[in-house]
């Protein structure tokens, strides 16, 4: 047997019980006469303890053991002379009488502790090293946890775990797919699903009422610093609901995951039109820890000689509360920042709010104090705020004064990782133009139905037509979406119409779906949430990787295993390559 | 709101509640002035009616509702007049004041019911369909609730659900991966992983003590009936473990699975030995369901003239309790059965065992009663019993008798799909050799450790080292299987050298895992479970494709979506093909 207990596991009612610990030495305090190890596991950390005085063959053995080595220990546990308060296992000890070197380590390539020296490559080629890390194996055990109250509510809530199949069918619209080429069916290839959309649809058809999974999803993209060719999806999709089904059940879901991973009680998720959170927030995904909300100034601010202001579709401002302690130089850089190509604004216009109520804007020229009073008394602005503003498109503009709401939001500590706000944003555009291909393109995707009142546009003026579609947004970030799915094949087939596919190509990629809609397709409707994303939100971290046991790196590649690799002939002549 | 109730909800304490219900239109069964129509969802039937009395035109509306019409009603539940006892909602009815047809429906190309009159075929092309059928639906749904109960006793167990990587490289070992070719990395590619293997152990080196996962794999293997290309696997792994260790966990887990999905207590799992397993059942995967072991009969059956007994290597028998009700005509059949190419036995001898104690044999030229008295002792047989010999090559033999035992075993309703019975198969052969290669192949896989008595014998005598591995056997079939792995450099080297690879193939292929155990690897070992063939044993379905949603046919294809299929032009470019 190689424990009786783990490392995490000993009190002070074990003294003076035998036990046998396994485990790393994570350090080793060596006083000569006297050794003491740290010995880690998963669960913990024990002291051992190494005495010339009770065996000095032991002790001498036992220095020299070096950091990672695996041991096993026997020994007394006792109480500890100097305890330590800051670990659960810091008022006891074990009087080793024994040990076993396990297996040894070579000296790591960077240290094992929270803030280890090792830069991110050298981590991931070491990856089994670096998840010896607190920092990153408790993340790998929140994500197990999120993924069991996940669910826990979902069987609660009489949703049955289906899984569909990796190896289906490319459809060339929409993201890159990743292929398998048949052995086979020399020439045929299967695609690897970016989402198991069509399967899940096809399980309401059939029935199931309510499904779920939570499983691996696929896109060939080029990466981003934040996205991996595999990613992680909570995949849900519900029978004979409307809208507000989804909303309620998915806020529960929410809710309860928050209470039980975190310990944290959401509160009631708000819902909010994409209308109103472009207009508010100039987002589609706001973050709704903290206001500063976007404020129109148009009434105010136009018709006053200053050009840029009068030339524009729209004046935006947002009021930084307490922002009037900006210097000079600090509000030059929130213009050289709003001025990057990632923002693109020609300039940013300011106004203090000074303490004794008086206001001094940088466009005082075109602004007398009375008209600024306008702005301020818009903006509802106080003693010692800030005002700044940006002008231009109305598209553009608000996008723009979401970044840098964002980024003061930011610096004023508006946005701490461990506070959390979530919202629902609905009533999306069913499509969107693109001026370069002249198509209209899916907001979502071509299975979401427009709202009911809406229907008789689509053909009048798609534009306008909203799609049964919800998305949720937590601190600022896309968590999950879906809609309430189209179940008529006519209507279907407008959609594809709509959205410039041939008859002969919807029935080609989609042909099997919409059969289906003739024997008794229920109306349907679901949603999916981005495990990995969730997972970081709640971990407090920016990145999905540190979620991931075995990332990509930003090329697609596992530096570890070093894939992807070329295939030895053999393989290539099986595949008729 | 689509329903206030489910249909297998209403019970007469609804009764007089006005309810909204949603679902498919089962069976309308039509009076004239009456109208009955069974309504269904995943959660039972309920009764509607419909009388001319009461309102005219919806009872002809009614009239017109066909097969897997979905509609929508609104009603009150009142006591039905003729009972149906077979369904829980078999007392009450809906009096139905409103209907909405939420979809209309094809006439189905086969009947969806318990009893279907469609083919494999074309139920697999409308699988959506088929998938409505209960006989199916069930499945599904106690995959989910094994997948549950499989998940629960592990997170309590303090498992850890961790996702490995799906694009991995490519181990031209063993069977052929799926690969898939990488855009960004032109002329390379990653492979689908055909188990996490490697992956699992990293995480036992990275300390994470206890794994687990539900895990797709894959496998591009020329298809027999019950494989497919991606299956599913329960796959675990636990650090500081021995062989007990692992045995006692997973014998929780199965019972505990067979308790909660089907309330059945599968008792203690017996461990036998390979060579056991062989010598009793000729199988290391033995139905334990019944007796009718294999009975070796050399001490009495040599010697006797009978040429071919003489010069066998092994004489083996089973003894059919009340066999000797077969006729003579039914014996001949066992001799055919056993003659096949697929069993390949030369002939088969049976001896009779008469009511009146007499015995009579198919080979009574060589053998007199005191002499076939000698084998119904060895055999235990009593009146009224028949025994059954074949003879050959010790192996061979075993195998063929297996089979026979099997098939007898059938015949005579040894085996119900409502009985289970499991056991452990450990000791192993560590290798075996193949003649036609002239190399030794791993029985498990190459990480898997010799048992630690026998590491000595590697060199000198490879084929007598027994394996640190197990697996677990219901009903006949494998269902898991594992080991202690290796976790020392230097012995992982021998195994691999062992196995013919060259340093330069193992560093490349495996250098990972080998660098890894430079670093404090844990003892570790683990196991994994086919989930597609334990739930068709728990669901006593002899195919796997019962289980799993959307199955592939035998040739690897998807035939409702129909893949695989070409790639268009642009994708080929992109890839460079």
Redesign the interface.
């Known amino acids: 047997?190689?424990?009786t207990h783990t490392c995490g596991e000993l009190r002070t009612n074990h003294i003076g019980t035998q036990v046998t610990l396994?485990g790393?030495v994570q350090r080793r305090t060596d006083f000569g006469a006297l050794t003491f190890i740290d010995l880690?596991?998963?669960?913990g950390i024990t002291q051992l303890s190494f005495n010339e005085e009770y065996n000095k063959e032991l002790n001498e053995k036992a220095r020299s053991l070096g950091r990672?080595?695996?041991i096993?220990v026997h020994g007394e546990v006792i109480e500890r002379s100097s305890k330590n308060d800051k670990i659960p296992t810091g008022h006891i000890e074990i009087k080793v009488t024994d040990f076993e070197i396990?297996?040894?380590?070579?000296t790591?390539p960077f240290t094992i502790e929270d803030d280890t020296d090792g830069g991110e490559e050298i981590r991931l080629k070491?990856?089994?090293?670096?998840?010896?890390r607190n920092a990153i194996?408790d993340k790998?055990?929140l994500?197990?946890k999120l993924?069991?109250a996940v669910?826990d509510y979902l069987?609660n809530a009489g949703f049955?775990?289906?899984?569909?199949?990796?190896?289906?069918?490319?459809t060339?619209e929409g993201a890159?797919?990743?292929?398998?080429?048949?052995?086979?069916?020399e020439?045929?290839?299967?695609?690897?699903p970016q989402s198991p959309q069509?399967?899940k649809q096809?399980?309401m058809?059939?029935?199931?009422?309510?499904y779920y999974q939570i499983v691996?999803c696929?896109r060939?993209e080029?990466?981003r610093a934040d996205r991996q060719?595999?990613f992680?999806q909570i995949d849900c999709e519900m029978s004979?609901?409307?809208r507000e089904?989804i909303l309620s059940t998915f806020e529960g879901m929410i809710r309860d995951v928050f209470q039980s991973v975190k310990e944290i009680d959401l509160g009631q998720i708000p819902i909010l039109t994409y209308d109103d959170a472009m207009k508010r927030f100039g987002s589609d995904k706001p973050d709704m820890r903290f206001g500063m909300e976007l404020v129109d100034l148009d009434d105010v601010a136009k018709g006053n000689g200053f050009s840029v202001f009068d030339n524009a579709e729209s004046i935006v401002a947002i009021n930084v509360k307490g922002g009037n302690t900006y210097t000079r130089k600090e509000l030059d850089a929130f213009t050289d920042w709003v001025k990057r190509p990632q923002i693109g604004a020609l300039g940013l216009i300011y106004c203090r709010v000074n303490e004794d109520g008086s206001l001094k804007s940088s466009v005082d020229k075109f602004f007398d104090e009375t008209k600024l009073k306008l702005w301020a008394d818009q903006c509802t602005s106080e003693a010692g705020d800030l005002i700044l503003v940006l002008s231009g498109k109305t598209d553009k503009v608000r996008k723009q004064m979401n970044e840098l709401r964002l980024h003061v939001g930011e610096l004023q500590g508006l946005r701490p990782k461990n506070k959390f706000a979530a919202c629902w944003v609905v009533d999306f555009p069913l499509v969107e133009y693109d001026e370069e291909s002249g198509k209209w393109h899916a907001m979502h995707h071509p299975f979401t139905s427009p709202i009911p009142a809406d229907r008789d546009k689509m053909q009048t003026d798609p534009g306008a037509v909203k799609a049964n579609a919800y998305d949720m947004a937590i601190n600022g970030m896309e968590v999950g979406g879906g809609s309430i799915r189209i179940?008529?094949k006519q209507l279907q087939k407008r959609m594809f119409d709509l959205l410039g596919f041939t008859e002969e190509e919807a029935q080609e990629q989609f042909g099997?779906l919409m059969n289906?809609?003739?024997?008794?397709?229920?109306?349907h409707g679901g949603i999916a949430f981005g495990l990995d994303r969730l997972t970081a939100i709640l971990a407090g971290t920016d990145s999905i990787r540190d979620v991931?046991?075995?990332p990509?790196n930003n090329?697609?590649?596992?530096i570890?295993?070093?894939?992807?690799?070329?295939?030895?002939a053999?393989?290539k002549k099986?595949?008729g390559?």
Request: avoid cysteine.
């Open positions: 047997m190689h424990r396994s790393w880690r596991d998963r669960y990672e080595f695996v096993k396990l297996n040894a380590s070579l790591p070491y990856r089994y090293l670096d998840l010896r194996q790998l055990i994500r197990s993924n069991k669910r069987n049955i775990d289906v899984e569909t199949p990796v190896l289906i069918k490319s060339p890159r797919d990743f292929v398998v080429p048949s052995r086979m069916n020439g045929q290839y299967y695609a690897l069509t399967f096809l399980l058809v059939s029935g199931l009422d309510k691996k696929f060939d080029d990466f060719p595999e992680t004979f609901v409307e089904d179940h008529d099997f289906a809609f003739e024997y008794g397709a229920p109306p991931i046991a075995f990509k090329m697609g590649r596992d570890m295993i070093d894939a992807p690799a070329p295939l030895n053999d393989q099986e595949l390559m």
